[in-house]
């Protein structure tokens, strides 16, 4: 017989062996044969070497050490996939796309992007996964158990992602830098929204009116105008928003929180874009300007109005009357009139 050549068959997956202790020990794993057991936490296994290798968590043995970074390894087989992070080898190839991987489990796990496969489904709701530890990342929502704590404020996060995030905010790192300009952002999804700034792709499409958006977050908050759904309410009002960010806002008139404060005064603000208006006290800079009349503003929304002047419109119409108002200010203040008149 030829060296290499591959002389035992398994008839249930069709893998073949060219010796008789391969193929036994093969066999094992479809009968369910796991004669050698764990002393310690009794683990079973089929084999006597994968029960050796085992033993080495307890005893924390690690034979196998790296002499490019000195990370120690208790088996050959993880020792000779770390060397890959250092060589850059990537045997494992997806015959789809053109993504290569370290690990056959690494490709087994995209493979199911192309077909669909979610195999690790959560028994409480409908939600299933491609890993599982995404899985097990999802159950943390229904039993509440936050394990992973931030030791600058004592924060707690459900994931260790989602910790390695948020210890951003405290060292200040960004690390994926736009190639076109300065800006930097702490998640790769946020750089990739950016960049469409840079391209113009909108690839988020309203099927109601066709609008087009960079973000898909911004698409949803869209829909909502068509469906008119303000899922996010306030608890001590009646007032609802469509995203929850104007809600936050919304909360500071019961709170009185002012959280964004003036460095050159006392004033203080419940949102950035007061204090940036505000600003304009201190500098005197007026950025909006009448392109008709030369007349500047410290607010877009000034010019807006403004600008009705010149255009004539009027959106704000009496219901009782034929007066109409280029402002709601204006409105409010001629609608006082007429209340005033019903209650003579």
Same mark, same amino acid.
């Given at each position: ?237 009646? #007032?609802?928003? !469509? =995203?929850?960010?104007? +809600?936050?806002? %919304?909360? @500071?008139?019961?709170? &009185?929180?002012? *959280?964004? /404060? $003036? ?31 030369? #007349?500047?503003? !410290? =607010?877009?929304?000034? +010019?807006?109005? %403004?600008? @009705?002047?010149?255009? &004539?419109?009027? *959106?704000? /119409? $009496? ?26």
């Amino acid at each position: 017989m030829d060296v290499g050549e591959k002389s035992y068959s398994c008839e249930d997956c069709k893998s073949d062996f060219t010796t008789v202790e391969e193929f036994t020990n093969h066999m094992k794993t479809h009968n369910g044969d796991r004669s050698y057991k764990c002393e310690v936490c009794f683990v079973e296994y089929t084999r006597m070497d994968t029960l050796r290798n085992h033993m080495r968590v307890h005893t924390g043995e690690k034979l196998f050490k790296c002499d490019i970074c000195n990370s120690e390894f208790t088996t050959n087989t993880r020792f000779k996939v770390h060397m890959r992070s250092h060589t850059g080898e990537k045997p494992y190839k997806c015959n789809v796309c053109e993504s290569a991987f370290t690990t056959n489990s690494n490709l087994k796990m995209h493979m199911r992007r192309h077909t669909g496969e979610k195999p690790f489904k959560c028994e409480f709701c409908s939600y299933a996964f491609i890993h599982t530890s995404s899985l097990k990342d999802h159950m943390r929502r229904h039993t509440g158990e936050k394990p992973f704590k931030c030791a600058v404020c004592s924060a707690n996060f459900a994931t260790g992602g989602t910790l390695k995030l948020h210890m951003r905010k405290h060292t200040g790192e960004r690390p994926y830098k736009c190639e076109e300009c300065e800006a930097k952002f702490t998640r790769k999804g946020n750089l990739r929204s950016h960049m469409r700034t840079h391209t113009g792709e909108k690839p988020y499409k309203c099927a109601v009116c066709m609008a087009e958006f960079a973000k898909r977050e911004n698409l949803v908050y869209h829909v909502r105008i068509h469906t008119g759904e303000k899922p996010y309410k306030c608890e001590i009002c009646a #007032a609802e928003y !469509t =995203q929850s960010g104007g +809600l936050k806002l %919304h909360m @500071r008139k019961h709170t &009185g929180e002012k *959280p964004y /404060k $003036c460095n050159l005064c006392e004033f203080a603000f419940a949102t950035n874009n007061k204090l940036q208006v505000h600003m304009s006290v201190h500098t005197g800079q007026k950025p909006f300007k009448c392109e008709i009349c030369k #007349a500047e503003f !410290t =607010q877009s929304s000034q +010019l807006k109005i %403004h600008m @009705r002047i010149h255009t &004539g419109e009027k *959106p704000y /119409k $009496c219901e009782l009357c034929e007066d109409a108002f280029i402002a709601k200010i204006y409105w409010r203040r001629h609608m006082k009139k007429h209340t005033k008149n019903l209650t003579k």
